[in-house]
């Protein structure tokens, strides 16, 4: 039977283009995706992103939660400050020996009750020339020496003040008026971080890290600004051998206090690198920094009352973030 010669050539024509590029005959066309199944996906991966959030939001209930039953089952445990078969100095003796009223807080802190009347006192220090000079002195020399470098001449010793207080972010030349909010223990905190961690503090002060605003917060009066909102974020300024505000964050920081007096400067130094973090991530101006101090006090309120909160880093870690 005779073939028909057009068929022959075709057949010679498909086996050279298969010779010439196997690929395209050995490899099948992907299928076409339908509208549907474009649709299908999008909703399977829109479920995914919301049960995902969902369970990070659960987690975060779930912790809160059980922060929540810590603290009550500590306060069902709470006796009141005076006993009806007590009277007179022995009654405040036995108010002071059952500071907290707690039992998980008792061991610690029996015998160390005023260190919380000394607290008392810190919080409420107003700042005078006479008694503070020597520590806004200690300020002035260890802000300038970082880098091997002495202070810089000018200062009053009388009045204490000179035109480079505006330098590190007081906003006069009397540091003394910046003082009247945060009262002395905003300028202790300054002077801890001053002499204990110059890099920090020439790092916030300076602001070496990252691009800067054309509108910088400044350093000191920002400072002292973190402090006075902390002390009412924490609800430590009635914090005493007598008296503890029932919130978490209060009961947090009386446990760090009671292990380490300086754990409010800490809390401090840590909480504007945390917020220097946030500046510059939010790439803020001036007019942002009262949201942003919000936002970082609010989160190291609920950082510091939670029950795994032993160590001030823990708030400028990056683990912990603002939710």
Known sequence: MKSNPRIRQRCSRTEKERDQSPDKWCSSPPPRRTHLSVQLTHLMGGIGHCLGGLWKRLITIVDDVIDICHWYIWRRWQSPLTHSSVSGDHQNAAGASSLLHMP??????????????????????????????????????????????????????????????????????DPSRDFRGGGVLSLTCLVYM???????????????????????????????????????????????????????????????????????????????????????????????????QKLVCAHVQRLVGKRWFTDPAMISSSSFTIT
């Open 104 to 173: 998980l807080l008792s061991r610690e802190i029996e015998g160390r009750a005023d260190a919380f009347d000394i607290w008392n006192e810190r919080v409420h220090a107003r700042y005078s020339h006479e008694k503070d000079g020597q520590l806004l002195e200690r300020l002035w020399n260890a802000a300038w020496s970082i880098g091997g470098d002495s202070a810089p001449q000018g200062l009053s010793h009388t009045t204490y003040t000179s035109d480079r207080w505006v330098d590190l972010g007081f906003q006069s030349d």
């Open 194 to 292: 001053a002499e204990s961690a110059p890099h920090v503090f020439h790092r916030l002060m300076a602001k070496t890290c990252g691009v800067r605003s054309d509108y910088e917060y400044p350093f000191a009066a920002s400072c002292i600004s973190v402090v006075f909102s902390l002390i009412d974020a924490l609800k430590i300024r009635t914090l005493s051998s007598t008296h503890i505000d029932a919130s978490p964050s209060s009961y947090g920081f009386a446990h760090l206090y009671i292990r380490d007096e300086e754990a409010f400067e800490k809390i401090v130094m840590h909480t504007m690198l945390y917020l220097d973090e946030i500046w510059l991530s939010s790439s803020a101006s001036y007019m942002d920094f009262p949201r942003i």
